[in-house]
């Protein structure tokens, strides 16, 4: 007569699954609290919308700022990107973006100037004081970055209220074009960590169900 081996639940591999979930649910719980101040920022940003005027670029710069009327002076435009976007009647085009001098040693700062019908037009505009409001520049970091909440501060720049010439006028300010999707994130987290322990638990009692064959 054979013993059937005594079957174990394996500790490494449990270990390891019990910290991935601890580790998404706290992800879980991490997109909730962000999820609490980006409504707080949005409250802000609605405000931000009929307060007055400032300077740009501003100190200290920090999307707080986002969607306040400012102005600034462009010395001189020293180089030109171009994102596609949308104009102000909803047209879809290229938004043209300059990144200007603003004196000898000052900070610089990026500025819409409109959006063409068609990418490569490069606007004919030297500069000049800047009416308009604030908010990011476009940037290339990946989505996922702000998954898990390691992504780099936006730059802010100004989006001209005129555009300059030969190019449709940019959008006003626009707050449902600032993502809250923190709720959908946590969501996921919690989603993943369900999967991971329900998906385990399974394979661990596939492992020692009575009568399965141990492997040798």
Same mark, same amino acid.
């Given at each position: 007569m054979?013993?059937?081996?005594m079957?174990?639940?394996?500790? $490494?591999?449990t270990? %390891?699954?019990l *910290? &991935? ?6 992800? /879980? ?9 980006k409504?707080?920022?949005l ?12 300077a740009?670029?501003a ?7 986002l969607?306040r009327?400012?102005?600034g002076m ?11 976007g ?13 990144q200007c001098?603003t004196g ?6 990026a $500025?819409q100037?409109? %959006?063409?019908? *068609? &990418? ?6 030297? /500069? ?8 990011q520049?476009p ?7 702000s ?9 802010l720049?100004?989006v001209?209220a005129?555009?300059a010439p030969g ?13 809250n999707?923190h ?29 399965r064959?141990?492997?040798?």
């Amino acid at each position: 007569m054979t013993t059937e081996p005594m079957k174990r639940v394996p500790i $490494v591999a449990t270990v %390891v699954v019990l *910290a &991935a979930i601890v580790l998404m649910i706290a992800l /879980g719980l991490w997109q909730l609290h962000r999820r609490g101040e980006k409504e707080a920022l949005l409250r802000q940003y609605a405000a931000n919308v009929t307060l007055p005027e400032i300077a740009f670029p501003a100190i200290p710069v920090n999307d707080a700022l986002l969607f306040r009327k400012a102005s600034g002076m462009c010395l001189e435009p020293v180089s030109w990107s171009e994102r596609a976007g949308r104009n102000a009647t909803g047209g879809s085009g290229w938004r043209q973006i300059a990144q200007c001098r603003t004196g000898a040693e000052g900070p610089g700062m990026a $500025v819409q100037v409109g %959006v063409a019908p *068609a &990418a490569g037009q490069k606007p004919v505009w030297k /500069g000049g004081l800047v009416h308009g409001y604030i908010t990011q520049a476009p940037d290339n970091q990946p989505l996922i970055l702000s998954l898990f909440g390691s992504a780099r501060p936006k730059t802010l720049m100004l989006v001209s209220a005129i555009p300059a010439p030969g190019l449709a006028a940019n959008p006003g300010p626009d707050l449902s074009a600032v993502p809250n999707n923190h709720l959908a994130y946590a969501v996921q987290w919690f989603i993943f960590a369900a999967l991971a322990g329900i998906i385990y638990g399974l394979a661990v009692y596939w492992r020692l169900k009575p009568g399965r064959p141990t492997s040798a």
